[in-house]
């Protein structure tokens, strides 16, 4: 090869290895080009969307704690209508209690304290029936209640008439079991100061009391009810409501100011704003995630096939410089010899001899080396076409281990051959069966530095006519096992490199028993050796 030729593919190299460095930063501008902004838009997305869900769920709890504030308020000024009633000073305290127990169903006992004297009178309703143990059980609730009561006194005394929860306060039997009690101060029509016990029927007073006032105000577009919770294991219960409280759903509660445990909740109707809010947010996240997951897996697909490019460019620069290496040396050799031989400096005519011999070996090498190539270029463009015949396995492989006999004997390899005791018919292209068995054995006397036995054998096996080229050589890792057959794979180790190649061989011997629908197979164990066997179908008459 001339050599500005050679310095040509040098030139070429440069060129591949600029493109592939110029290929890796155009695929990161791409990357960063569709991923960087909608990374930072869904970023930024998801922020907003759960500041719309905070902002949604504080305009609603405001709307309902409005709600909540008056129905509280309603409640207190019945209470406070209760206590009016009782210090009225038109009559004395016992009559106005009396009077309010007779007119009000709710109120079950009202317990007159004279505060002084420590009397109580008790006012039961028609409902309840009295039983022995509600006074003794009052008496002892009072004895707790001193503060309280001296609390209470303080705020009357400063004009603020305080309603307040009768906290602490036992079950009193014979009354309805849902009590509610409040207490309060009073002043008699003489100025004497009692303290009124107001025990009501919880159920009954929400119901006539509150219940009203609940529909108002629910307008058929809020669900209001009034639970209880209990202290002891936070189950809620129902006391009234103006449709079906439901407590999976979204409501906002306010507790009841004058009996502890006792709250207001409030709902929307069918879907809250919360709830609405929530729905649309959870589809666009769930748009977003899809969003995002097609563009990683696009990214994912560029940049697999990006790699994919590379690596046959990469493969294709290696191949290039193979070659120029491949060629090189033989002709190299072939043009030192023939020039020695020109100059007639030779005088021995076994010396010429073994001239000739490399000129000829060497222009062999070349020759397969061209047809590999030649042959590979037909099968890119589609241009392989195959004569096949009936032929005899054996006779093929025989022809060809006579011709290789002389290489191996060269490369100071043992040959041997085994052949089928009877012959095998194949239909096959006598050429391309020879391209291929020619590309196993150079390979197993390529990859042989300890040159060792190269076993040649033909047998059937499996309904298939089998060709195998064995070698005890630097064998094959599995991971690599089924890269060897791609175009150009070489494999990087530093036996592989020291030894020339295109990494074109096996692909066509790949391509070849593909065309005659069988197919190459390797066995092979680092170190060991390996196995390569090309299958052909039998023909039908031999199955
Ligand atoms: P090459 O021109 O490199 O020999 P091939 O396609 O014939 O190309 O082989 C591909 C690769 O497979 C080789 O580079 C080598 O690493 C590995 N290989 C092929 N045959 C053998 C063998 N008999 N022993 C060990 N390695 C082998």
């Keep these: 090869m001339p050599r500005h030729r050679i310095a040509n593919f040098g030139l070429l190299l440069h060129a591949e290895a600029a493109i592939v460095s110029k290929s890796a930063r155009t695929i990161l501008i791409i990357l960063l080009v569709i991923l960087v902004p909608f990374l930072i838009y869904a970023v930024v997305q998801i922020r907003s969307l759960s500041q719309d869900e905070k902002m949604a769920k504080a305009i609603y709890e405001k709307q309902m704690e409005t709600v909540l504030f008056s129905l509280n308020q309603y409640a207190d000024d019945r209470m406070q209508q209760w206590v009016n009633k009782l210090a009225d000073k038109a009559h004395p305290i016992a009559q106005n209690a009396n009077d309010l127990v007779l007119g009000n169903e709710a109120i079950q006992l009202l317990v007159i304290r004279h505060l002084s004297s420590r009397q109580d009178s008790l006012c039961y309703s028609d409902y309840a ?298 239909l096959a292209d006598d050429q391309a069966f020879e391209a291929a068995l020619s590309n196993l054995i150079d390979n197993a006397i390529k990859y042989n530095p300890a040159k060792g036995v190269v076993h040649l054998s033909t047998y059937v096996q499996d309904g298939f006519a089998c060709c195998t080229v064995t070698d005890k050589g630097i064998g094959i890792r599995p991971e690599n096992q089924s890269k060897i057959f791609e175009q150009f794979y070489r494999v990087e180790d530093a036996l592989t490199q020291k030894t020339k190649g295109t990494g074109l061989g096996l692909s066509l011997v790949k391509h070849i028993m593909e065309e005659h629908h069988g197919e190459v197979t390797v066995k092979s164990k680092p170190g060991q050796g390996s196995s390569f066997t090309l299958k052909f179908p039998l023909t039908t008459n031999q199955k």
């Design 129 to 426: 029936s009295r039983d022995l143990d509600a006074m003794g059980l009052i008496d002892r609730w009072y004895q707790q209640q001193d503060s309280t009561l001296n609390k209470l006194t303080n705020y009357l005394k400063a004009g603020f008439q305080k309603i307040q929860p009768a906290i602490g306060l036992p079950h009193i039997p014979g009354l309805n079991p849902a009590q509610g009690a409040m207490t309060v101060m009073v002043y008699d029509k003489d100025s004497t100061l009692h303290n009124a016990l107001f025990i009501f029927d919880m159920n009954y007073w929400v119901a006539s009391v509150l219940g009203a006032k609940m529909q108002e105000l629910s307008q058929n577009e809020y669900l209001l009810s009034m639970v209880q919770k209990d202290p002891a294991d936070d189950r809620i219960n129902s006391l009234f409501s103006t449709g079906d409280f439901d407590p999976d759903r979204d409501y906002a509660a306010h507790s009841l100011w004058i009996l502890p445990n006792t709250y207001l909740t409030i709902q929307t109707k069918g879907t809250s704003y919360a709830e609405l809010i929530r729905k649309r947010n959870r589809t666009n996240l769930a748009f977003l995630f899809f969003s995002l997951i097609t563009v990683l897996i696009g990214a994912f697909l560029i940049f697999r096939n990006a790699r994919k490019a590379l690596k046959i460019a990469q493969l294709k620069s290696d191949f290039v410089s193979n070659v120029s290496h491949e060629i090189r040396t033989p002709l190299s050799l072939i043009r030192m010899y023939a020039e020695t031989l020109l100059l007639g400096r030779l005088n021995s005519e076994e010396k010429k001899q073994n001239y000739y011999e490399v000129i000829h070996r060497e222009s062999g090498r070349l020759t397969y080396l061209v047809n590999n190539i030649l042959d590979f270029a037909r099968i890119e463009a589609n241009r392989t076409t195959y004569h096949k015949t009936e032929v005899d396995l054996n006779k093929l492989a025989q022809n060809l281990y006579d011709t290789y006999a002389h290489t191996l004997k060269e490369a100071g390899m043992i040959g041997m051959i085994t052949l089928h005791q009877e012959s095998i018919t194949i």
